[in-house]
């Protein structure tokens, strides 16, 4: 009597992409030493043209707080400041065109670089502006909401009368803490979905829905190493902001071409 297992093929338990995802890498710390320094040449071989995105992106941040004092709308710089660094992606998409052109040995001047955003018209990075926007209008709701909640009837008629109740009161400590939660976990789903999904809808042809899922799988492969990024684009974001937003001119140009290299580290080359 023959068995029913025999001749049957054997079971795969290995791990399998998706069909039709990019296949992806495991990285460590010392690749993300490697892509910062790599970041950081790429800088220097053309700072002015990455500085330009920089201060593009300083400009717009001082555009921003100052429209808000101008309208007496002090309680939005909190999540304004916090949300700011979350779009830094698009403004790197130049930086990471730079990188990549650089990496090949390809010639380029300004007006390549800096037409690359409306180039990505035709393409998925319209889709991921949208679900950037998304997370972004939950991120100021939600904030709104635990402000009416945990201070209620407060009256900020300045900038100085925001920060003292929010950092002198019981609610107002009660507030900084709910929102830096809620703000952490949105923070942390936008950077799960847009760290690789950004450059990697530069590179290739492929949909957003795609380059998130390949971002996500990334991150869920290497969460530590993918949380150590995260916090080193934080910190040092906000501390850019510190002297009048001029940091940007040189941290987020290097933090946009680093960017680039690790998703060439966790991302396998397209086939062909």
């Known amino acids: 009597m023959t068995s029913k297992t025999e001749g049957s093929p054997p079971q795969n338990t290995a791990p399998v992409s998706p069909p039709g995802l990019p296949k992806v890498n495991k990285v460590s710390a010392e690749d993300i030493k490697a892509s910062l320094k790599a970041g950081?040449?790429?800088?220097m071989a053309?700072?002015?043209?990455?500085?330009?995105?920089?201060?593009?992106?300083?400009v717009f941040g001082i555009f921003v707080v100052g429209t808000l004092v101008w309208w007496g709308k002090v309680w939005m710089l909190i999540p304004a400041g916090i949300a700011f660094p979350l779009v830094a992606p698009f403004a790197a998409a130049g930086?990471?065109?730079m990188s990549r052109r650089l990496q090949k040995g390809e010639g380029f001047g300004w007006s390549e670089i800096l037409t690359v955003m409306a180039h990505q018209r035709k393409r998925e990075m319209g889709w991921?502006?949208?679900?950037?926007?998304?997370?972004?209008?939950?991120?100021?709701?939600?904030?709104?909401?635990?402000?009416v909640f945990t201070l209620q009837n407060a009256s900020f008629s300045d900038l100085s009368g925001f920060f003292n109740a929010v950092l002198y009161t019981p609610r107002g400590w009660t507030f900084l803490a709910i929102g830096?939660?809620?703000?952490?976990?949105?923070?942390?789903?936008?950077?799960?979905?847009?760290?690789?999904?950004?450059?990697?809808?530069?590179d290739r042809e492929i949909d957003f829905v795609s380059a998130m899922l390949t971002s996500i799988r990334v991150v869920r492969k290497n969460p530590r190493v993918m949380l150590g990024?995260?916090?080193?684009i934080a910190v040092t974001m906000l501390l850019s902001l510190v002297p009048a937003f001029l940091g940007l001119i040189f941290t987020l140009p290097i933090l946009g071409h680093t960017t680039w290299h690790i998703y060439q580290r966790a991302v396998q080359p397209a086939s062909g």
């Open 128 to 147: 991921m502006a949208f679900v950037t926007l998304f997370i972004l209008w939950v991120w100021f709701y939600q904030f709104r909401t635990v402000l």
């Open 40 to 43: 950081f040449t790429d800088f």
């Open 95 to 97: 930086l990471y065109e």
């Open 180 to 202: 830096s939660c809620v703000g952490a976990f949105l923070s942390m789903v936008l950077f799960t979905l847009t760290v690789i999904a950004m450059p990697i809808l530069l």
């Open 46 to 58: 053309r700072p002015f043209l990455s500085g330009f995105f920089g201060l593009f992106y300083a």
């Open 229 to 232: 990024w995260a916090a080193i």
